[in-house]
């Protein structure tokens, strides 16, 4: 997922790979797709159901980098916009710290 590999995620996705494992710092590949704005990889990862748990959620991680595309992607797979962080802030808090309004 980080490095835009699709062929490779779809191989492991056919294969059994776990959408919902993270890396030591608490990130899925879903979150991973969508910090290096790997668009493809992030909507087959939504294709597949992941509902893995991220430090933060996919849709702040889209506000903060302004990622219009991949938040529609979000929402259109029934991604909450007023989920909070553990912080208890909403997408729409992240996007305007960031400027991204």
Same mark, same amino acid.
């Given at each position: 997922?980080?490095? $835009?590999?699709? /062929? %490779?995620?779809? +191989?492991?996705?056919?294969?059994?790979?776990?959408? #919902?494992?993270?890396? /030591? !710092?608490? +990130?899925?590949? =879903? *979150? &991973?797709?969508?910090?290096?704005?790997?668009?493809? %990889? &992030?909507? =087959? @990862? @939504?294709? $597949? !159901?992941?509902?893995?748990? &991220?430090?933060?959620?996919?849709?702040?991680?889209?506000?903060?980098?302004?990622?219009?595309?991949?938040? *529609?992607?979000?929402?259109?797979? !029934?991604?909450?916009?007023?989920?909070?962080?553990? #912080?208890? +802030?909403?997408?729409?808090?992240?996007?305007?710290?960031?400027? $991204?309004?």
């Amino acid at each position: 997922a980080q490095e $835009n590999h699709l /062929e %490779v995620v779809k +191989f492991l996705l056919d294969n059994g790979a776990s959408q #919902s494992l993270a890396t /030591e !710092d608490g +990130f899925t590949p =879903l *979150a &991973v797709a969508l910090q290096q704005g790997h668009d493809q %990889v &992030v909507s =087959l @990862l @939504l294709e $597949n !159901d992941t509902k893995g748990k &991220v430090r933060l959620p996919a849709l702040h991680i889209a506000a903060r980098k302004d990622d219009t595309k991949a938040a *529609a992607l979000l929402l259109q797979n !029934d991604n909450n916009a007023d989920v909070e962080s553990k #912080s208890g +802030f909403t997408p729409l808090h992240i996007a305007a710290h960031y400027g $991204n309004i």
